[in-house]
């Protein structure tokens, strides 16, 4: 019995270009009272390529240890669960209702799991 593949949601391509890392770093800040609309497309998919993203070159935007990438990204929203396909730069449909309450209990019921438009979290395949 064969399944049939889960549906996907194309990403916009992601800028190369921006702030350099240490202003980056300069200006991070922790927002735990979150207001406001929505992250966009190009937000959700610059966010998910900074994180295991592949470059021009073909190399990922993160190191792993013998380029295993034992990490899979995964986005949470109201809308459901999805996974990141770096080597696609896309979004493959998970069949789950909006898991982000169960992930708030999970992490010491920080409100801000719970109220975020959308949680990325990493997921060990090994």
Same mark, same amino acid.
């Given at each position: 019995?064969?399944?049939?593949?889960?549906?996907?949601?194309?990403?916009?391509?992601?800028?190369?270009?921006?702030?350099?890392?240490?202003?980056?770093?300069? /200006?991070?800040? /922790?927002?735990?009272?979150?207001?406001?609309?929505?992250?966009?497309?190009?937000?959700?998919?610059?966010?998910?390529?900074? $994180?295991?993203?592949?470059?021009? $070159?073909?190399?990922?935007?993160?190191?792993?240890?013998?380029?295993?990438?034992?990490?899979?990204?995964?986005?949470?929203?109201?809308?459901?669960?999805?996974?990141?396909?770096?080597?696609?730069?896309?979004?493959?449909?998970?069949?789950?209702?909006?898991?982000?309450?169960?992930?708030?209990?999970? $992490?010491?019921?920080?409100?801000?799991?719970?109220?975020?438009?959308?949680?990325?979290?990493?997921?060990?395949?090994?």
């Amino acid at each position: 019995m064969t399944t049939s593949p889960r549906p996907t949601v194309d990403l916009p391509d992601p800028t190369r270009d921006g702030m350099s890392l240490a202003q980056a770093l300069a /200006t991070r800040r /922790t927002v735990r009272e979150l207001t406001g609309p929505s992250l966009t497309d190009d937000e959700i998919s610059q966010l998910l390529w900074s $994180a295991q993203g592949v470059t021009p $070159a073909r190399n990922r935007t993160a190191p792993s240890a013998g380029a295993t990438y034992p990490t899979e990204i995964y986005l949470l929203t109201a809308d459901g669960v999805f996974h990141y396909r770096p080597e696609r730069h896309d979004l493959e449909v998970v069949p789950e209702d909006d898991v982000r309450l169960r992930l708030c209990g999970g $992490a010491v019921s920080q409100e801000a799991v719970r109220d975020a438009p959308a949680v990325c979290t990493p997921l060990r395949t090994s």
